[in-house]
């Protein structure tokens, strides 16, 4: 099965800046990998999709880039209400693996 | 508007059986895949099954693989967990997602609320 590996697994950053979250896989899976957020205590929700597809209604802050095996989600200025934890999921095939996530917390 | 609703959740003794079920409205139910994801408490997201729109196909997590069952009846509009042989690392909150399309492999556009499975002695 293809793994996926998320990194930083945390993050403490500044209103303002630019945060950069990463996800491989452990095999090429083109552009089949999507990004969740999931707020605490709340339902996890489809951020990018196709790897660098914005789900409608998300802001234009974030974006994700990559395909293959390495992939990125960018939060161009980081706001208070993006603290969460960061998902990446591949769906090319099953299982549909998710990473381990990606708690962001404001510094 | 789209609503998923589970239900069956609870205590349940280690080697025992319990049935999940997820009531979807606000979209027409046959036409998208659907999949259950889980949480257990403090970690991240597993995903577990996902079923096409006609039943036509299953996927499972081997951690599930041949103790879980994945159904759908899609004249109600229902979604179904079978889940068989729990053990104490099944506890978890259990999510309904909705999938992108009628094919398994796509993303999940939406969630339920989730309900607690507690497998404990």
């Known amino acids: 099965d293809i793994q996926m590996t998320q990194s930083p697994s945390s993050l403490s950053a500044s209103i303002g800046d630019r945060v950069t979250i990463t996800c491989r896989a452990s095999q090429g899976i083109s552009h089949y990998l999507a990004w969740y957020q999931q707020k605490p205590g709340k339902v996890p929700k489809l951020l990018i999709y196709?790897?660098?597809t914005l789900q409608s209604g998300v802001p234009s802050r974030f974006s994700g880039s990559g395909s293959g095996t390495d992939f990125t989600l960018t939060i161009s200025s980081l706001q208070p209400e993006d603290v969460a934890t960061y998902y990446c999921?591949?769906?090319?095939?099953?299982?549909?693996?998710f990473g381990g996530g990606t708690k962001v917390q404001i510094k | 508007e789209v609503q998923l609703v589970e239900s069956g959740g609870g205590l349940v003794q280690p080697g025992r059986s319990l049935r999940l079920s997820c009531a979807a409205s606000g979209f027409t139910f046959d036409d998208y895949a659907m999949h259950w994801v889980r949480q257990a408490p403090g970690k991240g997201l597993e995903w577990v099954s996902g079923?096409?729109?006609?039943?036509?196909?299953?996927v499972y997590a081997d951690s599930v693989k041949g103790r879980f069952t994945i159904s759908r009846d899609n004249a109600k509009n229902s979604l179904y967990l079978q889940m068989n042989s729990l053990r104490t690392e099944d506890t978890a909150l259990y999510y309904c997602a909705k999938g992108g399309s009628i094919t398994i492999f796509g993303v999940l556009k939406d969630w339920g609320q989730g309900t607690l499975v507690t497998v404990s002695s």
């Open positions: 079923i096409s729109w006609n039943s036509g196909s299953t």
């Open positions: 999921q591949k769906y090319n095939s099953a299982p549909l693996t």
């Open positions: 196709a790897a660098s």
